[in-house]
């Protein structure tokens, strides 16, 4: 009974009306999320529509959201184990199959290295000036609480809180902190404006630091790709004795919020999550040449100076277009720069599968190439066979 549901479930799964069933709601998974990049952006699509099991829709008036459409991790995996069961029922090992069999490698590569890609694949961003050195980048999108003890002038001591522990305004407690934080109001994006003696706006919610003059407008997310959000809370710190006070903070605010306790001096801020890897960067110079009579970009370049933190490397490298450096598991691409040509932004990506789609493809075309051969000698064999044939004289 088990063998034989086992053998039905392997049939189903290497069926050619699955494959063609899965291809076409790809197809309208693709062009759904084409339609809905509008709404979303560029990031929002992928994260609904290709990096998820399901494409989620909520219920009007409720917070509550139910799956209408296979996401991009359930069609491939399904598509993944199609193809593997196609293997296993309808070809053979042999040397006439060779071709089929690098390309469908090929392709379960590409499929195995699009998911490990979307799970682990991280994109951040590095703005230099000339001269300053960085050992970190910054996340595009995800934000982090940062809680730094600056009492001693050679180093501060920074915990690093997940932003998600803001949104779901739960309690965080660190043993490097002797208090408590807790978000009592979370905007996803927000506009910040001074308070004056003519505004009529409500109490301050801020005890501390800047938040005290400033009023808090909530706006709409936007998902426009020359808009940016600016999240931004309110934070309740409360000591061993009771509470300590509340501080707004924003990405929109350059300064962190400083406040004493227990003798010593604290800053909290909500920044752009930071990526830290064990080189320090500094741009040397950087080169910014346009076509003749435009200001369309033409080649910009950054000369970086490359220190890493065990000493073993200490060299100069020029990142340019096309040109990434590799390092200590990341790239970085020359990105954009600033109208004053001082400032380079370069893309960190941090990928573990970057090298899997170049060996696919690789061997899906190196599979064609050899199937197509063995054709082709196949079809030149029959082809002398039957010249050689008709060429003999007939029996009389």
Known sequence: MTRTF???LLATLASIRLTVFLLVLSILMV???TLDQVHLGVWGVQEKYFHSFFVLTRIAGTPYSVPVFPGGYL????????LLAAHCTRFRLAWKNCGIWLTHIGLILLLIGEGVSGLWQRDSQMRLDVGQTKHYAESFRETELAVADTTDPRYDEVVAIPSV????RAEIQHPRLPFTLRATAYYPNAMLRMRNATTDAPAPVATLGDGTEITVQPAPVTYKPN???????????RGTDGLIGTVLVSS???????????GRTWQVSLRAKRDY????????KFTHDVYPGTSIPKDFASTIRLRSDDGREDRQVRIYMNSPLRFAGRAFYQAGYDNNDRTSVLQVVRN?????????????????AVQFLIHLLGFARRRATATAAAAQPKAS
């Open 352 to 368: 573990p599968a970057w090298t899997v789609p170049y060996a696919a493809c690789g061997l899906i075309a190196l599979g064609l």
């Open 227 to 237: 808009e940016s959000n600016w999240p931004t809370a309110f934070i309740e710190i």
């Open 31 to 33: 062009f759904a999320a």
């Open 165 to 168: 522990w803001v949104e779901e």
């Open 252 to 262: 929109l605010l350059v300064s962190p919020q400083a406040f004493a306790y227990q």
């Open 277 to 284: 890897f064990p080189v320090a960067i500094t741009l040397l």
């Open 6 to 8: 086992f053998k039905s």
């Open 75 to 82: 069609l491939g995996g399904v598509l993944l184990a199609n």
